[in-house]
C-alpha cells in the first residue's frame, strides 16, 4: 500500500453519522411498533438474544477472518512494543476505564442520574474498557503511517489474551462497582461472540488462502465481507434504538453525559500509551498503532456483552452504543495528532 494515500472507507468514515441516523430510525420504528417490538425481545436462548446474536456474529466473523495467528511466530522483533501493547490494554485500560466511569456517573452527575441507572452506564463503560479494538485499528494504523506487519502481530495477541482476560476482568471491574452478574451468563456471551467467531474466522482464512491464494482473498473476499459488518452493525444499532427510544426521548441528556467520560479515556489511554512509546524509543510506526489499539474499542462485543447480561434496553447497552457513535470522530482526530507528532527514529 506504499505510494497510496491512506483513506478511510466512505462507511467507516462516516459511521457516526449512520449512527446517528440509526438513532432516528429506531427510536421511531420502537414508537410504531409499540409492545410488538416485546416479540423480538423475547427470542432469546440461555438470555442471549437470538436475532441480535445473529446480527452481531455478522459483524463480528469479518473482523476475525482477517486474523492470522500465524504472525504471532514473528512476535520476537516485536516484543517491546507488543509489551507496551499488552500492558496498557489489560493491566491499565479497563481500570482506567472503570474509574472514569464511577468518578462521572457516581459522583459528579449524582444531581442528574439515579443510582440506578448510574450503576448500568458504569457497566457499559466497563464492557468497552475490557475490550481492546480489534478491527478498526486495522484502519486507523494505515492512516496514521503504521507498521502493517506490528499492526497484525498485536491484533492477534491481543485477541488470543481476550479469550483468557476478558471474563475475569469483567467480573472483577462488574463486582468492585457493586454490579452482580452470573458468571454462566458471561462465559456464554464470550464462547459465543468471541470463540465461536474467532475459530470460524481463522478456518476460513487458512481454508480460502489454501485454495486461492493470499491475493485473492484480499482483493477479492474481504472486500465482499465488508458490507456485511457494516449493514449488521447498523441493523443492530436501529434494533437497539427501537428498544431505548422511550428512554432516550426520556432523558436525552444522557447521551452527552454517557459520551464525556468516554471520550476522555480514550485520549487519556492515547496520550500514556504514546508517551510509553517514547520512554521506550519504539520507532514512530510501532509507536502509533500501539497508541490506536488501547484507545479504540472492540464495541461489537461490548454491545453484544452488555445486552446478554442486562438487557436490549438497559443502560449498559445504551453505554456501549454511545461508544459507537463518538469512536469514528475520536479516532480520526487522532490519527491527525499522530501524524503532527510523527517522528524520525531514533528521536
Same mark, same amino acid.
Given at each position: 500500500?506504499?505510494?497510496?494515500?491512506?483513506?478511510?472507507?466512505?462507511? *467507516?468514515?462516516?459511521?457516526?453519522?449512520? =449512527?446517528?441516523?440509526?438513532?432516528?430510525?429506531?427510536?421511531?420504528?420502537?414508537?410504531?411498533?409499540?409492545?410488538?417490538?416485546?416479540?423480538?425481545? $423475547?427470542?432469546?436462548?440461555?438470555?442471549?438474544? #437470538?436475532?441480535?446474536?445473529?446480527?452481531?456474529?455478522?459483524?463480528?466473523?469479518?473482523?476475525?477472518?482477517?486474523?492470522?495467528?500465524?504472525?504471532?511466530?514473528?512476535?520476537?522483533?516485536?516484543?517491546?512494543?507488543?509489551?507496551?501493547? =499488552?500492558?496498557?490494554?489489560?493491566?491499565?485500560?479497563?481500570?482506567?476505564?472503570?474509574?472514569?466511569?464511577?468518578?462521572?456517573?457516581?459522583?459528579?452527575?449524582?444531581?442528574?442520574? $439515579?443510582? *440506578?441507572?448510574?450503576? *448500568?452506564?458504569? %457497566?457499559?463503560?466497563?464492557?468497552?474498557?475490557?475490550?481492546?479494538?480489534?478491527?478498526?485499528?486495522?484502519?486507523?494504523?494505515?492512516?496514521?503511517?503504521?507498521?502493517?506487519?506490528?499492526?497484525?502481530?498485536?491484533?492477534?495477541?491481543?485477541?488470543?489474551?481476550?479469550?483468557?482476560?476478558?471474563?475475569?476482568?469483567?467480573?472483577?471491574?462488574?463486582?468492585?462497582?457493586?454490579?452482580? #452478574?452470573?458468571?454462566?451468563?458471561?462465559?456464554?456471551? =464470550?464462547?459465543?461472540?468471541?470463540?465461536?467467531?474467532?475459530?470460524?474466522?481463522?478456518?476460513?482464512?487458512?481454508?480460502?488462502?489454501?485454495?486461492?491464494?493470499?491475493?485473492?482473498?484480499?482483493?477479492?473476499?474481504?472486500?465482499?465481507?465488508?458490507?456485511?459488518?457494516?449493514?449488521?452493525?447498523?441493523?443492530?444499532?436501529?434494533?437497539?434504538?427501537?428498544?431505548?427510544?422511550?428512554? #432516550?426521548?426520556?432523558?436525552?441528556?444522557?447521551?452527552?453525559?454517557?459520551? #464525556?467520560?468516554?471520550?476522555?479515556?480514550?485520549?487519556?489511554?492515547?496520550?500514556?500509551?504514546?508517551?510509553?512509546?517514547?520512554?521506550?524509543?519504539?520507532?514512530?510506526?510501532?509507536?502509533?498503532?500501539?497508541?490506536?489499539?488501547?484507545?479504540?474499542?472492540?464495541?461489537?462485543?461490548? =454491545?453484544?456483552? %452488555?445486552?446478554?447480561?442486562?438487557?436490549?434496553?438497559?443502560?449498559?447497552?445504551? %453505554?456501549?452504543?454511545?461508544?459507537?457513535?463518538?469512536?469514528?470522530?475520536?479516532?480520526?482526530?487522532?490519527?491527525?495528532? %499522530?501524524?503532527?507528532?510523527?517522528?524520525?527514529?531514533?528521536?
Amino acid at each position: 500500500m506504499s505510494g497510496n494515500t491512506p483513506t478511510i472507507g466512505f462507511f *467507516e468514515k462516516y459511521l457516526t453519522l449512520w =449512527v446517528a441516523l440509526c438513532i432516528g430510525a429506531g427510536i421511531a420504528l420502537g414508537e410504531l411498533a409499540g409492545d410488538g417490538m416485546q416479540v423480538v425481545a $423475547d427470542l432469546e436462548i440461555n438470555t442471549v438474544n #437470538i436475532p441480535v446474536a445473529i446480527l452481531i456474529w455478522l459483524m463480528i466473523y469479518p473482523m476475525m477472518v482477517q486474523v492470522d495467528f500465524s504472525s504471532v511466530s514473528r512476535i520476537g522483533p516485536q516484543l517491546k512494543g507488543l509489551s507496551l501493547t =499488552v500492558v496498557m490494554n489489560w493491566l491499565i485500560k479497563p481500570f482506567t476505564m472503570a474509574f472514569f466511569a464511577w468518578l462521572f456517573f457516581s459522583n459528579l452527575y449524582s444531581a442528574w442520574l $439515579d443510582p *440506578e441507572r448510574a450503576q *448500568e452506564y458504569i %457497566a457499559g463503560a466497563i464492557l468497552l474498557g475490557a475490550a481492546p479494538c480489534t478491527a478498526m485499528v486495522f484502519v486507523w494504523s494505515y492512516l496514521s503511517g503504521g507498521d502493517p506487519n506490528y499492526t497484525l502481530v498485536q491484533v492477534s495477541v491481543n485477541d488470543l489474551i481476550l479469550l483468557v482476560l476478558f471474563v475475569p476482568i469483567v467480573q472483577f471491574l462488574l463486582g468492585i462497582t457493586g454490579i452482580t #452478574i452470573p458468571m454462566n451468563v458471561l462465559v456464554t456471551s =464470550v464462547v459465543v461472540f468471541v470463540v465461536i467467531p474467532l475459530v470460524a474466522g481463522y478456518l476460513t482464512n487458512r481454508l480460502l488462502i489454501r485454495a486461492h491464494g493470499e491475493d485473492w482473498f484480499k482483493t477479492h473476499f474481504l472486500p465482499k465481507l465488508k458490507p456485511v459488518s457494516i449493514a449488521a452493525l447498523l441493523v443492530t444499532l436501529i434494533l437497539l434504538f427501537a428498544f431505548q427510544g422511550q428512554k #432516550i426521548l426520556a432523558n436525552p441528556f444522557d447521551i452527552l453525559l454517557i459520551a #464525556i467520560p468516554l471520550s476522555i479515556q480514550t485520549y487519556f489511554i492515547f496520550l500514556l500509551t504514546w508517551k510509553g512509546g517514547r520512554w521506550l524509543k519504539l520507532p514512530y510506526r510501532t509507536c502509533a498503532p500501539a497508541s490506536m489499539i488501547g484507545a479504540s474499542n472492540f464495541f461489537e462485543l461490548a =454491545v453484544a456483552v %452488555a445486552i446478554a447480561l442486562f438487557g436490549l434496553n438497559s443502560g449498559a447497552a445504551l %453505554a456501549t452504543v454511545v461508544g459507537v457513535l463518538i469512536e469514528v470522530p475520536i479516532m480520526l482526530h487522532l490519527v491527525r495528532i %499522530a501524524k503532527r507528532w510523527q517522528y524520525a527514529d531514533g528521536m
